[in-house]
């Protein structure tokens, strides 16, 4: 995928999208881009931005979309163009041969607290709601293909028959991808674990915050994780 294919990708999203606005404010999270950058860049004001965001403004049309689109890339290049050579990279090394996640359920239900116990995680944030959480299964996802190949309206899949599960996140970076898409979309997991991750962003860690969902790291092999909670 290059990168015009990519820019074809989060503009279709967005234009394609019932909720153009939560789309909109996925991808500019994810960009690391504040509304005022945002404002300046495409001739809009912050608050009109806000409005979009929050879906209180009708959808934007194609030239909102292509202005959007193409300040997420000059803004990112300003940056150093990390975002954008991340997902361009990821996009050629990860193709659609397999599928990029893979759902799992429990026997039994288990609390929280022993689920990390078996995947032998450590707690970044909301260890306290760890108890009163149930586990009936999780899902395997993996962090960018997600962003990249997921439609909004298939997002419900990745909870199969309950949404009483955990989300293990590979192929992580720093936490943030899967941070943001969990804040925008309409239902949540109970837990998310980032799998092999030195250090979570500060952005992932305030969003598990303001969602209280407990926030967990691992560096458990993947297959060592699969063979004991395929015992539960």
């Known amino acids: 995928m290059t990168m015009d294919n990519i820019r074809e990708l989060v503009a279709g999203e967005i234009a394609l999208s019932d909720s153009p606005g939560s789309v909109m404010k996925k991808w ?26 929050s879906n209180r403004r009708l959808s934007p ?14 803004i990112d290049e300003e940056h150093g163009g ?21 759902i799992y359920d429990f026997t039994t239900p288990i609390s929280g607290t022993d689920f990390n116990r078996i995947i032998e995680g450590k707690i970044v944030v909301n260890q306290s709601y760890l108890d009163s959480i149930q586990i009936f299964g999780y899902t395997e996802i993996d962090s960018l293909r997600v962003i990249l190949e997921l439609q909004p309206a298939d997002y419900p899949k990745l909870f199969g028959s309950t949404t009483e599960r955990a989300f293990l996140f590979k192929q992580v970076s ?13 239902i949540k997991p109970k837990l998310v674990v980032l799998h092999d ?11 598990a ?24």
Do not use: C, W
């Not at 500019?28 to 965001?53: V, W």
């Not at 049309?61 to 000059?74: C, M, P, S, T, Y």
């Not at 990390?82 to 893979?102: C, G, H, W």
């Open 28 to 53: 500019r999270s994810l960009f690391g881009i504040t509304q005022a950058e945002l404002s300046k860049h495409i001739k809009i004001s912050a608050s009109t931005i806000s409005d979009y965001e």
């Open 61 to 74: 049309g194609v030239g909102v979309i292509r202005r959007f689109v193409d300040a997420l890339f000059v």
């Open 82 to 102: 990390t975002v954008a050579k991340s997902l361009e990279k990821f996009s050629q090394d990860n193709k659609k041969e397999t599928p990029f996640y893979n």
């Open 174 to 186: 720093t936490g943030r991808s899967p941070m943001v898409v969990i804040r925008v979309a309409p």
């Open 197 to 207: 991750i030195n250090n979570v962003d500060k952005l992932a860690i305030r969003l």
């Open 209 to 232: 915050q303001v969602e209280k969902i407990p926030l967990i790291t691992t560096k458990l092999d993947i297959e060592e994780i699969r063979e004991r909670l395929k015992k539960v």
